[in-house]
T-cell receptor, first 109, second 114 residues
């Protein structure tokens, strides 16, 4: 079966760095997405990785290792507004997105 | 630019009542369209997707149905709601059937079935 695993919840301090991990087992791989979802709102796109390595976009970076079925989202200089759920999603061989349950990130002052 | 609309934003319905949620996309043609449901504290569950008018694929067998009467209109329906149908319903669109396939989400409809 297809499976995406992420930690349920993480806590970090304002100004710090946090890494959210995602491991996956899917039928085929056509890219991995990270989305941010604030409570009660729709998810918004953060990043896309299809090749191994690190993609940096401002305070957010995303890493992919296809051989290990592993990705992480790195958030630097955390701000209170970063409190949200972070969803990992993998595009399978049918180009459908398989979604993880999301990681709720709590930022403390 | 492209925008996606969903309505209503919130809905409270009794068990056994019908349901109709509408989603429309502007600023693009022939999009792929998706209906998702998200239970509280859970991930996104794909319910239906459509690659064209009248073409609907169902991912999860249940008492819901979807229709695409026009290119940029996607409707989620039920004849009789169950308590388990409560959740956050999200419509999304994407440009391509394959390759880079970022999905753009509408604002969602929060459905409570009592």
């Amino acid at each position: 079966g297809q499976n995406i695993d992420q930690p349920t919840e993480m806590t970090a301090t304002e100004g710090a760095i946090v890494q959210i991990n995602c491991t996956y087992q899917t039928s085929g791989f056509n890219g991995l997405f990270w989305y941010q979802q604030h409570a009660g709102e729709a998810p918004t796109f953060l990043s896309y990785n299809v090749l191994d390595g690190l993609e940096e976009k401002g305070r957010f970076s995303s890493f992919l290792s296809r051989s290990k079925g592993y990705s992480y989202l790195l958030l630097k200089e955390l701000q209170m507004k970063d409190s949200a759920s972070y969803l990992c999603a993998v595009m399978d061989s049918n180009y459908q997105l398989i979604w993880g349950a999301g990681t709720k990130l709590i930022i403390k002052p | 630019s492209q925008t996606i609309h969903q309505w209503p934003a919130t809905l409270v319905q009794p068990v056994g009542s019908p349901l109709s949620l509408e989603c429309t996309v502007e600023g693009t043609s022939n999009p792929n369209l998706y209906w998702y449901r998200q239970a509280a504290g859970r991930g996104l569950q794909l319910l239906f997707y459509s690659v064209g008018i009248g073409q609907i694929s169902s991912e999860v067998p249940q008492n819901l149905s979807a229709s695409r009467p026009q290119d940029r209109q996607f409707i989620l329906s039920s004849k009789k709601l169950l308590l388990s149908d409560s959740g956050f319903y999200l419509c999304a669109w994407s440009r391509l059937a394959g390759g880079y396939n970022e999905q753009f989400f509408g604002p969602g409809t929060r459905l409570t079935v009592l």
